[in-house]
T-cell receptor
Framework: KNEVEQSPQNLTAQEGEFITINCSYS?????LHWLQQHPGGGIVSLFM?????KKHGRLIATINIQEKHSSLHITASHPRDSAVYIC??????????WGAGTKLIIKP | DTEVTQTPKHLVMGMTNKKSLKCEQH?????MYWYKQKAKKPPELMFV???????INESVPSRFSPECPNSSLLNLHLHALQPEDSALYLC??????????????????FGAGTRLSVL
């Protein structure tokens, strides 16, 4: 069964802290997506990874294919980073298997 | 322009009403998707259109009827909904659905969603 697990479920941190959210998946994938959703809002695609590491501003995503594990890091976190972060795995050409999400709160 | 526009943002309807949700993108994407998201749950795929043809229907009840009039527009027609259909409805698009070629064409761009309440 294709499964995607995220941790932690909830994360509260102070502004400026380095944030790490983890994602593991059960079988080989074609790509791993990281997405962001603000309360009551739509979803923004942050990264799509099939190997290595990607960086965009203060966000960094890494993936280890052998370990079947990916991480999303936020450097110098800010209250506006507060959102739900979701990882989703592509196993075929359209289907996304979604993690349960990590609710991140950054306190000023 | 990497925007997927959904209208309306909010919709309240009775169980006997007929209403439609609209989704538009001008990125030249040929795949479009409808998802349903309940509170604190990940999105659930409902329908996928590829080149304006329905490719995937994830066993969605017939009270939800999708339509793709052209490559930029995707509608979801609603009729005789139930209160449990209240949810956030998200539209997404991607360049394509293929397993060959650059993976980037499978990146899905999401709209802001329509918050639907069925009374």
């Amino acid at each position: 069964k294709n499964e995607v697990e995220q941790s932690p479920q909830n994360l509260t941190a102070q502004e400026g802290e380095f944030i790490t959210i983890n994602c593991s998946y059960s079988v080989g994938i074609s790509a791993l997506h990281w997405l962001q959703q603000h309360p009551g809002g739509g979803i923004v695609s942050l990264f799509m990874l099939s190997s290595g590491k990607k960086k965009h501003g203060r966000l960094i995503a890494t993936i280890n294919i052998q370990e079947k594990h990916s991480s999303l890091h936020i450097t110098a976190s800010h209250p506006r980073d507060s959102a739900v972060y979701i990882c989703a795995a592509s196993y075929s050409n359209y289907q996304l298997i979604w993690g349960a999400g990590t609710k991140l709160i950054i306190k000023p | 322009d990497t925007e997927v526009t959904q209208t309306p943002k909010h919709l309240v309807m009775g169980m006997t009403n007929k209403k439609s949700l609209k989704c538009e993108q001008h990125m030249g994407h040929r795949a479009m998707y409808w998802y349903k998201q309940k509170a604190k749950k990940p999105p659930e795929l409902m329908f996928v259109y590829s080149y304006e043809k329905l490719s995937i229907n994830e066993s969605v009840p017939s009270r939800f009827s999708p339509e793709c009039p052209n490559s930029s527009l995707l509608n979801l027609h609603l009729h005789a909904l139930q209160p449990e259909d209240s949810a956030l409805y998200l539209c997404a698009s991607s360049q394509g659905l293929g397993t060959t070629g650059p993976l980037a064409k499978n990146i899905q761009y999401f709209g802001a969603g329509t918050r639907l309440s069925v009374l």
